[in-house]
């Protein structure tokens, strides 16, 4: 039976690129008859505000998207994320790593990657193990990886190429993204990962964490973005395009569904509806891969 989630950052509130995440999310879990899970990725405890977190519930309730189970908050999950860190290091997955974001500045040998960032030339990779009180990175197997994408099709990475050997726990005591995720939707039992097309680029480097952790491989689909009128991308940011500022132009939780069900090929047209309505038509042969773009007139 599938096990969808949505996992969003409460980082700001939900756009219309985040709701459609979650409606397609919601309607594969649905029709294939199984259940939906949200789960509230708070470990940055910097970035996050739990109001942020509520916020976002409550726009997603208003679509009718409720987690079958209680949500999950990963800022209250530290203990999992420790005795997942112990077990690596078990295996002799991790190691301590003791650069400085300026050591890996000036490192002017690697080659840049799409995004100006570095992977990590594992200069630490053979220090010998301090404990947990310093910043510990996963050590990746060389070599390519392979998966298939619902959306994107036969995809072949090379997990360490945009990141090296990933930081898996910082510093400054906080978890890092990947292990979070991994180890969370290990524990919850997630068959389907449905995100945006921007996610797609760290895949490889979670699979091969599940691997390291001994944990199944859930089946993976990122979306077409969801762009401005302009082609821009969509922000969080306070009055950004998300319910509230589309009910300020009138525009109701049901047009919004509406508009977001025919993007995902579930409807003719936009048109007024309930995600449930959706569930029948929603497969994933019909949602486009593309970019969308939200109407000028919601803009
Ligand atoms: N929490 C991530 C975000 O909001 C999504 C993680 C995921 O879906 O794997 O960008």
């Not at 112990?86 to 840049?112: E, F, M, N, V, W």
């Not at 990475?157 to 969370?184: E, I, K, N, Q």
């Not at 979670?206 to 089946?219: D, T, V, Y």
Request: glycine fraction near 10%; hydrophobic fraction near 40%; charge should be neutral.
């Amino acid at each position: 039976m599938t096990l969808g989630r949505f996992a969003p950052s409460p980082t700001g509130i939900l756009h219309l690129g985040n709701l459609r995440t979650a409606l397609a999310s919601w309607l594969s879990a649905r029709k294939g008859g199984g259940r939906w899970i949200l789960r509230m990725e708070d470990v940055d405890g910097l970035r996050c505000r739990r109001n942020l977190g509520e916020a976002q519930l409550r726009d997603l309730a208003a679509l009718g998207l409720e987690s079958d189970v209680p949500v999950v908050w990963q800022s209250e999950h530290s203990q999992t994320y420790r005795e997942a860190l112990a077990r690596l290091h078990g295996a002799h997955r991790i190691y301590p790593c003791i650069c400085t974001r300026k050591d890996l500045q000036a490192l002017a040998s690697a080659p840049h990657t799409e995004d100006g960032l570095r992977p990590y030339p594992g200069h630490c990779r053979d220090r010998v193990w301090e404990g947990f009180d310093r910043a510990l990175r996963l050590r990746l197997p060389e070599g390519p990886l392979t998966w298939e994408d619902r959306q994107l099709g036969s995809q072949v990475d090379d997990p360490g190429s945009l990141t090296g050997d990933p930081l898996l726990f910082r510093r400054d005591g906080c978890f890092a993204y990947h292990l979070a995720v991994v180890v969370d939707d290990g524990a919850q039992g997630v068959t389907e990962v449905v995100r945006g097309a921007d996610l797609r680029f760290v895949t490889a480097t979670q699979i091969r964490l599940q691997e390291a952790l001994g944990l199944p491989r859930p089946a993976y689909a990122h979306l077409g973005m969801v762009m401005a009128p302009d082609g821009s991308r969509l922000g969080k940011r306070a009055g950004a395009l998300g319910l509230e500022a589309l009910g300020a132009r009138r525009i109701t939780p049901e047009e919004c569904l509406g508009w977001l069900g025919w993007s995902l090929g579930c409807l003719e047209r936009p048109m007024p509806c309930a995600a449930a309505e959706l569930v029948e038509a929603f497969n994933w042969s019909r949602v486009p891969t593309g970019e969308v773009r939200v109407p000028e007139t919601w803009a």
